[in-house]
């Protein structure tokens, strides 16, 4: 398994910590801060602040994903994430990942100056997108969704389905070193499903690097009967879950802060990288 990855603005060795991704969703309907940071101005001071608290991947995203959802067309996507990164890219030295399933944002968007690519569809809504990572030479990251919530056995049915987007991404020309997988948390799965995912995250390796995104989920607000903006400590929970099973090798959040420091103290704890 590749354990280094490579972006035009540094590599993220996995092997010496676990890479903390921070979100920032410039949507005005985002589940978690919708409408927060749809600004310039606030989405800049956001991604500052995220790589001051130790953010490793700022992941910029432009349409809201979460349950219920009103879709937009590419144009107005384009519209909110371009401009962002643009200022962004000249705010902060860390990678950037676009957030989208859509070939012609991740293309626009990488050349305005991102660094990865970060498919919620893994490259079955639009392959094409696989063919723009292979193109500009950059990581993708395929999540697994479907769009039908229906599994014969969820983990069996998720390596499946994960096997095939990275099928269609080599096939596209992607290297298997530019490839990273993520479990899908929140997404097709119901709240036990999720936790079972989480559980088996060392059967869904499949010889790539591993990201795993629960910040917030609805799974913490079902189990602990929390609303949104109080299930940060539980997000750093699974972060160190996360860690200490050696299942995870990048880990996306909202709270940078929080969530850094949980896992370097855990990436300590289990003797990673050179501390």
């Not at 590599?11 to 985002?30: A, E, F, H, W, Y």
């Not at 009103?70 to 994430?81: A, H, K, N, Q, Y």
């Not at 993708?140 to 994960?162: P, V």
């Not at 990275?166 to 596209?172: D, E, F, G, L």
């Amino acid at each position: 398994m590749n354990r280094i990855i490579r972006t035009k603005h540094g590599d993220l060795d996995l092997t010496q910590k676990t890479v903390v991704m921070g979100i920032l969703n410039v949507t005005p309907d985002s589940f978690s801060d919708g409408g927060r940071y749809n600004n310039i101005e606030n989405a800049v001071e956001q991604a500052r602040k995220m790589v001051a608290d130790g953010a490793d991947i700022i992941d910029i995203g432009g349409e809201s994903t979460r349950p219920g959802y009103t879709p937009i067309d590419g144009e107005e996507e384009l519209s909110r994430v371009l401009p962002i990164i643009e200022k962004v890219r000249e705010a902060v030295s860390v990678p950037i990942s676009i957030d989208t399933f859509k070939a012609r944002t991740a293309e626009a968007a990488i050349e305005a100056g991102a660094d990865i690519i970060n498919d919620i569809w893994g490259a079955q809504y639009q392959p094409e997108i696989a063919k723009v990572a292979a193109d500009k030479q950059v990581p993708i990251i395929l999540m697994h969704n479907r769009q039908e919530h229906k599994y014969n056995n969820l983990i069996d049915d998720i390596k499946t389905d994960l096997l095939k987007s990275v099928n269609i991404a080599i096939k596209q020309g992607v290297k298997k070193e530019q490839i990273i997988l993520d479990p899908g948390i929140g997404f097709a799965k119901s709240a036990n499903e999720n936790l079972a995912v989480i559980q088996s995250l060392n059967q869904l390796r499949l010889d790539y690097p591993v990201l795993l995104g629960a910040s917030r989920k609805s799974l913490i607000g079902k189990i602990l009967d929390l609303p949104i903006d109080q299930r940060d400590e539980a997000t750093g929970a699974i972060t160190a879950y996360s860690i200490t099973k050696g299942v995870a090798d990048i880990v996306r959040v909202h709270n940078v802060a929080l969530n850094v420091r949980i896992a370097r103290m855990t990436d300590v704890l289990v003797g990673k990288g050179d501390n």
